[in-house]
């Protein structure tokens, strides 16, 4: 049964407008100077402008709230939205956030020691927006939209940022997230990390997969 189109451009929209506001304040803190994207606070100086900029748009964090913004965004447009390159993006947005948001909470959260403004952006990418995208893709899908050939396309976005975390790191002596940095762990260590986690994304992703062939179809 076909759920009211109305309400899912409502939820859609509303995720859409959580994740961008949530950017929009990281972004600002990123260009105040703040200590979550930049140096650890109490740090020896604090990088250019330009350099925190860039650091800012290296987080995987940045790039899935970036995706659940611009697929919500569609979706409140039009709550039927199909496509092929739409889905991987879509099962990428979904599929990261919550992925992202279990990774952050249970290794990386401990080691911050946030307060006011940068608390708040914290908890809106991390808890927030995975929360908001699983309730409304479970909620209003659309469904379905999740082929075997969809998960395969949906590595291209977190294969491609490894790739390009992992070699710039190698120039610049800087990684987004402590588990990840070679000249710390080594390429043995940092490599067997993300074969851990590719394959939790991975099973998040077929658990969508199965979910989607699973619950009702939202789909007229």
Not at 29 to 53: C, I, T, Y
Not at 190 to 213: E, H, I, K
Request: glycine share 8%.
């Amino acid at each position: 049964m076909r759920r009211d189109a109305t309400s899912a451009r409502l939820f859609h929209g509303v995720t859409a407008a959580v994740a961008l506001g949530a950017l929009v304040l990281q972004l600002v803190l990123v260009v105040q100077g703040h200590q979550h994207l930049g140096e650890a606070e109490g740090s020896v100086g604090r990088p250019d402008l330009d350099v925190r900029l860039v650091r800012f748009f290296s987080y995987l964090t940045i790039w899935f709230n970036m995706l659940v913004a611009g697929t919500s965004l569609t979706l409140a447009i039009d709550p039927g939205r199909d496509g092929r390159v739409w889905r991987a993006l879509r099962l990428d947005a979904l599929v990261i956030a919550v992925g992202g948001g279990i990774v952050h909470w249970v290794a990386l959260r401990p080691l911050l020691d946030l307060d006011g403004a940068d608390l708040v952006a914290d908890k809106l990418l991390h808890v927030a927006v995975p929360i908001l995208v699983l309730v409304s893709w479970l909620a209003y899908g659309p469904r379905p939209r999740v082929e075997p050939r969809d998960v395969a396309a949906f590595l291209v976005v977190p294969v491609g940022w490894l790739v390009y975390t992992l070699v710039r790191g190698a120039f610049v002596d800087w990684y987004p997230y402590p588990f990840i940095d070679v000249g710390e762990h080594g390429y043995p260590t940092v490599l067997l990390t993300c074969v851990v986690v590719a394959a939790l994304m991975l099973a998040l992703a077929w658990g969508a997969r199965l979910l989607d062939s699973r619950l009702p179809p939202t789909d007229a």
